[in-house]
């Protein structure tokens, strides 16, 4: 895997084995290396858990550069050990978006983040957590002002780092197949400040810990306007707040009525 000071973005160490990692943007020369990890971590999931992450073919990865998207690659002792992707929309390409669930009111100015996977053997290094700011890092400096992203309700690794990242829950779409995933808002700016808090204390009017099972609860609050802004491991709730000036897209009051759920 060639790391070059064109393709450079960040350098660092993994915390697991001290060595150094690269982040580099890929191209479509490493689109063999991209299509065999997406295709392992795949493999890898256990069937209850396949909907976490679409499957996707050396076609799909083709497409997706050659519209102008990017593939962020972590390259460890010369090998791709993990990657994610940024689709940047236009107005002519929104049907693919995000699952096919929603198409956001301002594409142009949105970066969608997904495709994030780690090799099993370097989970727990913080990459899912790096490659967030790295893709928001680009968005910002490409001018896009709305982060969109998403992570099925059973994915608790995901979508607690998108949590952590200062993402929050807007909304939960279906997919296709009936899955359940949160969707998350952020706005480029405020995630790339250094000490981002979600529940802005004096702009919080409400609080609510609502058990991460209870599903339609969590819509419910959701379609009042609440956005999942936290989380507690140990309780397995999720914290739920109500801003007296939301700054959230609002993708709940925007898709088609066939895919509110
Ligand atoms: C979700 C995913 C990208 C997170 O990867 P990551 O960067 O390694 O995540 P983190 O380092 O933050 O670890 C997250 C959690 O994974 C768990 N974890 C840690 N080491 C692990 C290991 N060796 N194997 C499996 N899980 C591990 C821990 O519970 C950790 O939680 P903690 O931070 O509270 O300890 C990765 O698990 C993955 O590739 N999963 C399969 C594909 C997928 O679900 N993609 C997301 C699509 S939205």
Redesign the pocket.
Known sequence: MDVTADNLLKTGTLPKTGGAYQIIKLSADHLDAVTALHKA??A??PDD?KS??MSKDATTFQKHLDRGNVILGCVYEGRLI?QSLMTLPDAQHQSELLNDMIAPPRPENTAIL??????????????????LAARISLAHAIGRKDIV????IG????W??LLRKGLEIDAIGARKDGTLRYIFYGKTEELLKEKHTHANEENTIALIECSRAAIGAQKRLLRKGYKGTGFD?GQETIKFSLKADPQALNLNSIRSPSLTV
């Open positions: 971590v795949h890898d999931l858990k976490f992450l993990a997904g495709g994030m996977v780690v090799h099993p053997d370097y989970r727990g290094n913080g990459l899912q957590k790096i490659m992203s998403s992570a099925d994915n608790m690794a995901s607690q780092n491991a």
